[in-house]
């Protein structure tokens, strides 16, 4: 059974339509990804499944009810940008928010879960971004969530805290608890997310696990090259060559014969990369929009 | 300069897009002068002041009430009158129930010589003498500045604090808990109670202390007024934070309210003969019920049942604030 079902949901306001009829259910236990660039209505609709933004019309259940008391109990929240009270240490940032539950883990379990115990008579302001991310997913868990929402979670932190919050995040989806999670980083989608949905501007574009949308979408594999190494030239080849600022990519199913037509016109091989597509990849496929734009 | 000027166009930009707070900046400072004009406007202020035990003064009922530059008040309660009397508060209290009586303080300069005018007018009317020293401004001053304090704290404290955590988006967090709008007004509302409690008493034995002032009436009353007159206040600055998000627009409507009780709450001087109207806006504000029932226990020992209709008065609006803030309440920006 969907721990989380969406159900036709509309989010107008008035000089924009932010979420335009959008439908999925999340099933108990995974991690499900909401991609899509700026503006392509993720945040909106992870606000709106989280009880924050009434929709305009449409519902999210949760367990099968309409989102309540329940729900507030059970869910965990990360939001993309928070603020807390001034002066109080990491501990008691935690105590305050562990207090508007009625069950939980202890606070000592939760600070030593999300790496804070050297940290727990810090005040929380001097904190650096990716500590800061880690005491907001700490007040997260207070509660032990059934359902965990990170609204793009490390957006603006550093590749090493990055990679650090997500053990933390692959350490959780190890006790089978449901996260819903929107991001801009591809990367962070294809190691976390079993399931996705693909936004742009308010209506889904895919749908499903991302090696299933990655198979259906491309049986092909990606040349990659530096644009100064293709001259102009080679442009005119009977190839599937798209142009991005610095790069060339070509796709194809045939490597060898691919490279040989390239030899032949003479275009140096020296920095050529073959790689799989990815999600990036997909997303450009589907929307041909860059996803951190 | 460039620099400067770029700074100063984008700041005016923003000032002059957010519509609620240009329009309120405008409107204060008219509204100010519309109040301060009622309040000090009128003729100059009489020499004397008398009381008549009556529910209104009636000029052709005696020729004495025809005298010029004394203001006749009437005072239908004798308790009351002559304890003003007895402050000097007033300098003469006349009963025109035949035979005629007149009460005077005969440690009053003003009563000497206002009771020379009264038996110029009617030389038959029977003397009743009081004795009693004139209240200090201090003394009479004195409530006023605790109840000043409390407004400011209240109004502001809170206030202010709401409208931080709600631009933060502190208020959005709490939301997605289970936490409900009640709960955490009436935790803002406890922890500001508490301080100004604290700050309250402190100030009371303090300058108290320095002034050498001694409370007529019980401690403990003073202090269930001081903690009812608090939670009226601090829910009334709960329900102008309550949906706000504008620091301007919020500290204009908080100074929309402190200014009006600033002048008409009765801090600095009596609103006792100014027009009726006057004194019944006065008592629209929390600020005028705890004063006066301040004054009333504290100058003349006034006990639970005479300050009973102010503590209602204030507990009903805390009750009512606190319901409209919740009903109102805003957690997040939209």
Known sequence: MAILEVRDLVKVYPTATAVGGVSFSVPEGICFGLLGPNGAGKTTTIEIMEGILPPTSGEVRYRGESLGRRFRQEAGILFQKTALQDFLTVRQCINLFRGLYDHGLEVDEILRLCALEKLAARDNRKLSGGQQQRLLLAIALVNDPAVLFLDEPTTGLDPQARRNFWELVQSIKAQRKTIILTTHYMEEAELLCDDIVILDHGRIAAQGPPQRLLHEHFAQVLLELPRQDFPAAARALPLNILEGPDRIEITTDNVEGTLRTLLAAQVPLTHLRIRPANLEDLFLELTGTELRS | ?334
């Open chain 2, 1 to 334: 300069m460039q620099r400067l000027l770029a700074v100063l166009h984008a700041r005016n930009l923003e000032f002059l897009r957010d519509r609620s707070t240009l329009i309120f900046t405008l409107l204060l400072p008219v509204l100010l002068v519309i109040g301060m004009g009622f309040v000090f406007a009128g003729p100059p202020r009489p020499l004397f002041k008398v009381g008549v035990l009556a529910p209104s003064i009636d000029p052709a009922a005696h020729p004495f009430l025809k005298e010029r530059y004394t203001e006749f008040v009437p005072l239908p309660q004798r308790d009351q009158a002559l304890r003003k009397l007895t402050h000097q508060q007033i300098d003469l209290l006349l009963d025109l129930q035949q035979p005629v009586r007149y009460w005077v303080n005969t440690e009053s300069p003003k009563g000497y010589i206002v009771e020379k005018l009264l038996l110029a007018a009617d030389p038959a009317a029977s003397r009743q003498p009081v004795t009693g020293a004139a209240l200090r401004y201090v003394d009479w001053l004195f409530p006023g500045i605790l109840g000043m304090n409390m407004m400011f704290s209240c109004l502001f404290g809170v206030g202010y604090v709401v409208l931080r955590y709600r631009k933060s988006g502190f208020l959005k967090r709490l939301y997605a808990s289970p936490l409900t709008a009640f709960e955490f007004l009436s935790a803002q509302v406890l922890s500001r109670l508490g301080l100004i409690l604290f700050v309250t008493v402190v100030l009371y034995a303090g300058i108290g202390t320095v002034i050498g002032f001694h409370s007529a009436g019980s401690s403990l009353l003073l202090l269930l007024l001081a903690v009812v007159g608090a939670l009226s206040m601090i829910a009334l600055g709960l329900t102008i934070a309550a949906r706000f998000a504008s620091e301007e627009l919020v500290g204009g409507l908080l100074n929309l309210l402190t200014w009006p009780m600033m002048l008409l709450s009765g801090i600095w001087f009596s609103l006792e003969g100014s027009p009726r109207w006057v004194q019944w806006v006065a008592h629209i504000f929390p600020l005028t019920h705890v004063l006066d029932a301040a004054r009333a226990v504290m100058l003349d020992g006034a006990g639970l049942v005479q300050i009973a209709p102010h503590l209602l008065f204030l507990a009903a609006t805390a009750l009512a604030f606190l319901a409209f803030g919740a009903w109102s309440f805003r957690w997040r920006i939209d």
